[in-house]
């Protein structure tokens, strides 16, 4: 079956330093993959999303681009600013269970000033 | 607005009781689901459903049951066989796989149910 696995977190960063949260992740064919943010008490927006190997996903300043030689989808972002603070979850879709999402842990992220 | 509106907020139930979550969306999909949120262990998926009067059992379905007897909505009621329901509850949608590629699901904001 699918599984996605992501950096054992919390991580803590001052404010403009650089990110890393590292997804890899394990499907039979071709999945799609996405990172999600969660702010505290709210439910889940896609962040960004690649639908093949090689594209490149951004937004807001964070981007990630899908490894299949790897099977990575890490997320990284240059400057990081304390609005950032939140969960972020890697998933994907499709591969032998297309149409759900399987997601990583999560990762808290806390920026401070 | 189109989106995904889950109710209510927050909700208490009695050990004992079952208790019904509601999940509405006017996005047009065809595809909904409902997970389950607990501290430092992701999001699990409940069950599923790929279109309407039909719906699958997802990875822990057990003490849980659904319908979907409309296109719009996708009720979770959480039963007193579950063990431990007290957890987030997300509800999210999207369109079904033989649409494209990249098939994004959208979430609605959650219902945190304490079991007291």
């Known amino acids: 079956g699918n599984s996605v696995t992501q950096m054992e977190g919390p991580v803590t960063l001052s404010e403009e330093a650089f990110l890393t949260i590292n997804c890899t992740y394990t499907a039979t064919g071709y999945p799609s993959l996405f990172w999600y943010v969660q702010y505290p008490g709210e439910g889940l927006q896609l962040l960004l999303k690649a639908t093949k190997a090689d594209d490149k996903g951004s937004n807001k300043g964070f981007e990630a681009t899908y490894r299949k030689e790897t099977t990575s989808f890490h997320l990284e972002k240059g400057s990081v600013q304390v609005s950032d603070s939140a969960v972020y979850f890697c998933a994907l879709s499709g591969g032998t269970s297309y149409g759900k999402l399987t997601f990583g842990q999560g990762t808290i992220l806390t920026v401070h000033p | 607005d189109g989106g995904i509106t889950q109710s209510p907020k927050y909700l208490f139930r009695k050990e004992g009781q079952n208790v019904t979550l509601s999940c509405e969306q006017n996005?047009?999909?065809?595809?909904m689901y409902w997970y389950r949120q607990d501290p430092g262990q992701g999001l699990r998926l409940i069950y599923y459903s790929q279109i309407v009067n039909d719906f699958q059992k997802g990875d822990i379905a057990e003490g849980y049951s659904v319908s979907r007897e409309k296109k719009e909505s996708f009720p979770l009621t959480v039963t007193s066989a579950q063990k431990n329901p007290t957890a987030f509850y997300l509800c999210?949608?999207?369109?079904?796989?033989?649409?494209?590629?990249?098939?994004?699901?959208?979430f609605g904001q959650g219902t945190r149910l304490t079991v007291v």
């Open positions: 996005l047009n999909h065809d595809a």
């Open positions: 999210a949608s999207s369109t079904s796989p033989g649409q494209g590629a990249g098939t994004e699901a959208f």
